[in-house]
């Protein structure tokens, strides 16, 4: 079946713009999640969703972040007035719940870069 | 701190050579740890989860509590292996769960 997927693949703005990047979770998957993988680095939790509602979002970094899930399915993560901090890939993943035995299944990642 | 530590960024081998990726963690509660891997060009996958006690791909990891550790291991490596290997720890805070990723180890599997 389909896995998770993100679009778009690649993106490239200015310090400054607003950006959306979208994620459809695997059909059925009642959670999902953002991380975000700076160079070097492992994924960095951002924010998870069970169903429409934003269950933590203690991973976002600031007031600039956001994300929403107004259908629990597909999830758009927003981020406005964009800095070159922000350069990273971004992952969504999707399980069928959130214990231990719920395997996330990742997506190929929307890789952003903030000139 | 929940915290998951990969010491080594690139690990290289031969094949035919055992492999062992190490892996420290710190938690508070009782640990749920897993390894995840990305090969080249394809997305982050579950490779195993500790809970499970699974060997999956020749691949095997023990949960040492006494040392916080989850060393993934392979007696023979094959050049397929190549990949990056991510420690990851389920965090359970708040009554929900969320994962804590390592910064990873390369895996060079040389011919």
């Known amino acids: 079946g389909a896995g998770v997927s993100q679009t778009p693949s690649n993106k490239v703005t200015e310090k400054g713009k607003y950006v959306e990047l979208r994620c459809d979770p695997i059909s059925g998957h009642t959670a999902l999640y953002w991380y975000r993988q700076s160079l070097g680095q492992g994924p960095e939790f951002l924010i998870y969703f069970q169903g429409t509602g934003a269950a933590d979002d203690s991973g976002l970094p600031n007031d600039r972040f956001f994300a929403v899930r107004p259908e629990g399915s597909v999830s758009t993560l927003k981020i406005q007035r964009t800095e070159r901090g922000d350069s990273a890939v971004y992952l969504c993943?999707?399980?069928?719940?959130?214990?231990?035995?719920?395997?996330?299944?990742f997506g190929p990642g929307t890789r952003l870069t903030v000139l | 701190a929940q915290r998951v530590t990969q010491p080594e960024k690139l690990l290289s081998v031969f094949k035919g050579a055992p492999v062992e990726l190490k892996c420290n963690y710190s938690y508070s509660g009782s640990p749920e740890l897993f390894w995840y891997v990305q090969y080249s060009r394809q997305r982050l996958q579950l490779l195993l989860r500790h809970i499970s006690r699974e060997s999956i791909k020749g691949f095997t990891a023990d949960l040492n509590k006494g040392e916080t550790s989850f060393h993934l291991k392979k007696p023979f490596a094959q050049e397929e292996d190549s990949a990056m290997y991510y420690c990851?720890?389920?965090?359970?805070?708040?009554?929900?769960?969320?994962?804590?990723f390592g910064a990873g180890t390369r895996l060079a599997v040389h011919p």
């Open positions: 990851a720890l389920l965090s359970f805070s708040g009554g929900y769960n969320k994962l804590i």
């Open positions: 993943a999707s399980s069928e719940g959130a214990g231990g035995f719920d395997t996330q299944y």
